[in-house]
């Protein structure tokens, strides 16, 4: 019974993984502390892999640095991309607040990523955008098609995104 818990469990992580990322991810490695069932083949052809050893110290499920990576590269990237450059054009959000709502871990991070993908640092991408709509005074909150929460949103510069 605790068997077929552990490797439900196993299955179950495999499962949200998958979802998760929208890709059939296949683990590097799955290691079980129990020994083969009798229908190991059929737990081989659900993981996609043949690196599954049996009798292990303790129940793991291990990926590729490429298969955590891949779904990075797909459309989310571009969403997150114009999220950001969109925020930092109409807003005067400080580079740590544009951070968290983008999913980087801190202004470095993505400071590195706005590099990156415009060959400018945050600052510069502020200092380059558009002015302000006509008669819309300087500090007013500037709506975007982003999606996110705007209140805060207002027009100008931070000294934290360098």
Do not use: K
Request: aromatic letters at 4%; proline letters at 8%.
């Amino acid at each position: 019974m605790v068997q077929a818990v552990d490797i439900f469990a196993l299955a179950l992580f495999l499962s949200r993984a998958r979802a998760a990322t929208g890709l059939h991810v296949v683990p590097s490695q799955v290691t079980i502390t129990h020994r083969p069932p009798p229908r190991a083949q059929q737990l081989t052809r659900f993981c996609g892999t043949d690196r599954i050893h049996f009798d292990a110290p303790y129940n793991s499920i291990g990926f590729s640095e490429d298969d955590v990576r891949a779904p990075l590269a797909g459309p989310g990237r571009a969403v997150r991309h114009e999220h950001t450059r969109e925020l930092l054009r109409t807003t005067d959000l400080p580079g740590q607040s544009i951070a968290g709502r983008v999913g980087y871990s801190d202004v470095r991070a993505l400071r590195r990523a706005v590099r990156r993908w415009e060959g400018h640092t945050p600052r510069e991408v502020r200092r380059n955008a558009a002015p302000a709509p006509s008669g819309a005074p300087l500090g007013a909150a500037v709506p975007h098609s982003c999606g996110c929460d705007t209140a805060e949103g207002r027009r100008g510069t931070s000294a934290d995104t360098r």
